[in-house]
């Protein structure tokens, strides 16, 4: 049997019967044993000596080698040690030959390289058990060589595949690692500007607010940004105007800052900025101007010029706060406090404003509670027709019957609910309340038919889409003939955006209703402008009153305005009458109508119906 190894790795020993090697000087002892193994059916090749068996393993390698001790020349042990020497032979079984008369040194042949010895004379049975034994060995060698070399490959196959494996393994993690810091990006980043977003910008705050805990010598301010009504942009230029505009304003931003700032886009059109190792707040101030000034010039956003103003507030981070959540708010409501101040502007925190902001907060509340429980009402005061001395009609005034706090004037709660939106439910309120009011009063034979009822309207209001529908609906609901009724607005009306609000106060005309301008003189618009609108009343406000000196020389702007009110083709009422020295003095000016304590203050409407049977005249 030759073991040879194939293509494939594997041992094999060569096909046909097994071949068997004897190697002895003696012809007779090649003979016999020969014989004998031929006759049980293995194929015998015969060597007299070294040469001869190297030649024959040469042409081909035998399964088995007996080997003669004593031979001349080369004896057994040395044609031993060179097949054992040769790496082709090495592994061929050697079985020595010895004449029990030999001098057999048996260690020095298992040394050499044998595997066994048979002596002589040869018992038969002897000689064909060892061969078989040792062949049936190197058979049971091969297999383990076989299965120790697919045992190899296996394990270089299964090497390979956990590899490719871990290679995949490796791209896939990459990716998804990838794919994570990705989604980490974006939910760190506002999609619109590419700017850090609220989430982002609330972390650097932290990082700050923790380095002003280890680092003495370490200051920081934020600066909140609003866009001043950005939303008529929004409104009026539409929306992808409005996109690249934030786009723009967000660049423009960042030019006036330094890299070191952290400048973030928070929602909506606003905008946050951390500014770190700043000194002082004077350097926090000349960036927030430096913004406002970039600001102030025009973007140019496709064919439009854009003008946009906004309002900062600025909070000086320091130890005392928890949060930066609450670092933020309070930039806030500085933000506020700049736009309540007249926008474009900037404001600094400080911790009053808080307390301001959560006293407006409850407020808030509060009011909103009020409507649903129905704590407001509505209060009247008489408006003397100056010709006949007697009442003309009413001015609807609202109140708030506090369950806790008692009767709360509207100078306290007005602007709250304006801010917050709840105006719009108060004032349709107080409308539809005193329409009501004035049906029920002329139903009575006793009162007069001609009274007149004016209530107050936020310029809110006039932003409302179905702000006219409302007024129908109350004009129709209570049945009043809308000649009767009279709207009071302010400057501001007109003030907030002229081409829609002079719309809809034309399309008040045309429902016969009245418009009367009231607190005239204290706001901005001027003549000419006010001219335009369909005005039938201006009403001088209190505190021109107020001035008129007590002699006739002195009336201060008084005479001016209602003189203004006449040549407009308007009539004026005088608010605010406290004296009869005020009440002959609008008299003579020849003004229409006078309102004022001197007459009545507001009341309930009770009092007033009272008021109106007596039938006073002033
Ligand atoms: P206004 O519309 O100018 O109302 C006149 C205010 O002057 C009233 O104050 C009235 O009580 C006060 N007043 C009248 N005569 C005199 C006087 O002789 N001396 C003095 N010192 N004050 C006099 P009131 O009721 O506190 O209302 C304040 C303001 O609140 C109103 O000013 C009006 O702007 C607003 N307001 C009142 N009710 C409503 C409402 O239902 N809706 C809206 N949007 N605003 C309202
Ligand atoms: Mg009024
Ligand atoms: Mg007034």
Known sequence: M??????????????????????????????????????????????????????????????????????????????????????KTADIPVIFISALDDVFDKVKAFKVGGVDYITKPFEFAEVIV???????????????????????????????????????????????????????????????????????????????????????????????????????????????????LLIAIAKRLQTSLSPLDTLARLGGDEFGILLENVSD?????????????????????????????????????????????????DADTAMYRAKALGRGRFHIFNPEMHKQAIKTLELENDLRRALERQELIVYYQPIICLKTGSIGGFEALVRWQHPTRGLVLPTEFISVAEETGLIYAIDTWVLKSACNQLRIWLANSLVPKNLHMSVNLSAKLFLQPNFLAQIDQIIYETKLNPAFLELEITESVIMENSVDVKTTLNEIKQRNINLTMDDFGTGYSSLSYLHSFPLNTLKIDKSFLNLMQKNHQNMGLVPAMIGIAHSMGMKAIAEGVENSEQLSQIKDLKC???????????????????????????
């Open 130 to 244: 060892r061969v078989q034994n040792q062949l049936k060995l190197r058979s049971a060698q091969v297999e383990i060589l076989n299965l120790n070399n697919q045992l190899e490959e296996r394990v270089k196959q299964r090497t390979l595949e956990l590899e490719n494996a871990l290679y995949k393994l490796k791209i896939e993690v990459r990716s998804r690692q990838e794919l994570q810091n990705k989604l980490l990006e974006n939910a760190l980043r506002d999609a619109l500007t590419s700017l850090p977003n609220r989430v982002f910008f609330i972390n650097r705050l932290e990082q700050a607010l923790n380095r002003t805990k280890s680092e003495l010598d370490y200051h920081f301010a934020i600066l909140f940004i609003d866009c001043d009504r950005f939303k008529i942009v929004n409104d009026s230029l539409g929306h992808l105007v409005g996109d690249e």
């Open 2 to 87: 030759n073991i040879t190894k194939s293509n494939t790795g594997d041992y094999s020993s060569s096909s046909g019967e097994q071949d068997i090697l004897i190697i002895d000087d003696t012809p007779d002892n090649l003979r016999v044993l020969s014989s004998i193994l031929a006759r049980v059916g293995y194929k015998v090749r015969k060597a007299l000596n070294w040469q001869m068996a190297f030649t024959a393993c040469q042409t081909k390698l035998p399964d088995l080698i007996l080997l003669d001790i004593m031979m001349p020349e080369i004896d057994g042990y040395e044609v031993c040690q060179r097949f054992k020497a040769n790496q």
């Open 281 to 329: 707040i004077d350097m926090v101030t000349g960036i927030a101007e430096r913004i406002l000034n970039s600001l102030a010039q025009h973007f140019q956003i496709s064919r439009y010029q854009v003008f946009v103003n906004v309002s900062i507030g600025i909070n000086w981070g320091n130890l005392n706060y928890e949060k930066p959540e609450y670092l933020l708010r």
């Open 592 to 618: 229409n109508f006078a309102q004022g304590n001197l007459f009545s203050q507001p009341a309930p409407p009770q009092h007033i119906l009272d008021l109106i049977l007596s039938n006073p005249k002033w």
